[in-house]
Each structure stands twice: as C-alpha cells, then as structure tokens.
C-alpha cells in the first residue's frame, strides 16, 4: 500500500525549534511536487511549504524566514525545519505528494507550541 509517512511533531515554547520528517513507502516513481500544509483547529487546512523536483520552494508568507523545506537524499524523503516557533504555528501537519493526477497524504503529525 501507497502511503507517506510524517514524523518530528510535538510540543515546544514559543521561540523553539522542530524537524518534521517525511518518507513515501512503496513509491518507484518521484513525486513532481512534494508539500506541508497545517490544519488548525477550526480552521481549513492551509500550504506551508512545497518544494518541487527541481528544487523550486514555496513558502506561505507567515512562515517565510522561519522555515525551511528540503529533499533527503532517499528519494520522496522531504524535511520542514521549523525555526522560532509561534502558538500560531501549531495544528497537525500534513506532508502531501503530486505525481500527474495522484496527489497522497500523509496521516499527519501534531505540533503544538506553547506561549
């Protein structure tokens, strides 16, 4: 079975640092796009950051500076590096794969960053 996988959430104060990690299981082929979006609670879920097979990155602009997305060297392994941390950061994490017309998702990871 197709699946991504995310790890690295959990608690941290304001002004902190965490490293989210994604790995795709069962994948031969290279996602064209890889990405993290965030879901807060009540809130839809929103980009982060993506980074494509060529190296291309975007970033939301309220974590522009802060974060910063990258490619491991296994193939469809992606990392978010989460730099001075705000409360407004925390939600689950999504880590999210575009190959043509399939588009996966991880089950997602919690971060939760206190005042």
């Known amino acids: 079975q197709v699946q991504l996988v995310e790890s690295g959430g959990g608690l941290v104060q304001a002004g902190g640092s965490l490293r989210l990690s994604c790995a795709a299981s069962r994948i031969i082929f290279r996602f064209n796009t890889m990405g993290w979006y965030r879901q807060a609670p009540g809130k839809q879920r929103e980009l982060v950051a993506t980074?494509?097979?060529?190296?291309?990155?975007n970033y939301a602009d309220s974590v522009k500076g802060r974060f910063t997305i990258s490619e491991g060297n296994a193939k469809n392994t992606m990392y978010l590096q989460m730099n001075s941390l705000k409360p407004e950061d925390t939600g689950v994490y999504y880590c999210?794969?575009?190959?043509?017309?399939?588009?996966?998702w991880g089950q997602g990871t919690q971060v939760t960053v206190s005042s």
């Open positions: 999210n794969g575009v190959w043509g017309a399939l588009n996966l």
């Open positions: 980074i494509t097979s060529s190296g291309s990155t």
